[in-house]
């Protein structure tokens, strides 16, 4: 009997441990339905929701977006490589695919192609299909970060998908347009350096803006990836955060 129980107690810490570490769940919950999250490499993503794809910084060709079929809706952040592949956005477009991109982005697109194009600035915001996307600045503070991402070029998003707020970074530090988000449900928060922002400043946006989930992604840098387990542990002052790390590399 002893055995017995010592094996269902064991069985419970098993499945406790489990519950907790279950820090993959690639799922948010909107108002119209699971939004399902696939991670492809770095920067680029694909969300699926309400019937839609949506692709954020598609790059790499078309093999790893084959399981998904055509974009919806393309989002792009900035002109870098790893965030931009005009031969990659072709691949995944249809002809009713809207693209949305800041202004630097469009004009790397021939003029042929620029009049599908939604350019959006920082702090503009339009709906599409029932959603609304709203440009967020993207930007580096440190001034010797600085010509990595200037001020005005590069855009973050925040889509509200059935009433979900959803938060993509982009290539930025911990700028003031990013803490004074509200209502995030879930962020996408880049973190390497030199090119953006380290962990601890991350960490500590993301403990003034309090998304309720935050996704580490765009964390390879010039030394390698970033410590995750740091940024857990400084986001963990606030229980209410839920960090959850998805496969980028």
């Not at 948010?28 to 770095?42: A, C, D, Q, Y």
């Not at 949305?100 to 915001?125: H, I, Q, W, Y």
């Not at 010797?144 to 707020?165: C, I, S």
């Not at 840098?221 to 229980?239: C, H, I, K, N, T």
Request: proline share 5%.
């Amino acid at each position: 009997m002893r055995h017995i129980v010592l094996w269902v107690v064991v069985c419970a810490a098993f499945a406790m441990v489990a519950t907790i570490g279950n820090a993959s769940d690639n799922t948010i919950s909107t108002g119209k339905g699971p939004l399902v999250i696939h991670p492809i490499e770095h920067a680029t993503f694909v969300m699926k929701w309400n019937g839609k794809t949506i692709a954020v910084d598609p790059i790499g060709g078309g093999t790893a977006f084959m399981d998904f079929g055509p974009a919806d809706l393309i989002l792009i952040t900035d002109i870098h490589g790893d965030h931009l592949s005009i031969e990659t956005v072709a691949l995944l477009s249809k002809p009713e695919t809207v693209i949305m991109c800041p202004a630097a982005v469009a004009e790397k697109f021939t003029e042929a192609d620029r009049g599908r194009l939604t350019v959006l600035a920082n702090g503009e915001s339009v709906e599409w299909d029932g959603a609304t996307i709203e440009a967020i600045a993207a930007y580096n503070l440190t001034p010797e970060r600085q010509d990595f991402h200037a001020k005005g070029r590069g855009n973050g998003y925040v889509l509200t998908l059935g009433g979900t707020g959803i938060y993509i970074s982009g290539d930025t530090e911990d700028v003031p347009e990013m803490r004074a988000l509200e209502n995030i449900d879930a962020a996408f928060l880049c973190m390497n350096l030199p090119y953006t922002m380290d962990v601890p400043a991350a960490a500590d946006a993301v403990l003034e803006f309090k998304p309720k989930v935050v996704f580490p992604y765009h964390y390879r840098g010039q030394g390698g990836m970033s410590d995750l387990d740091q940024f857990r542990s400084l986001v963990a002052e606030d229980p209410s955060i839920e960090v959850r790390l998805l496969e980028w590399y």
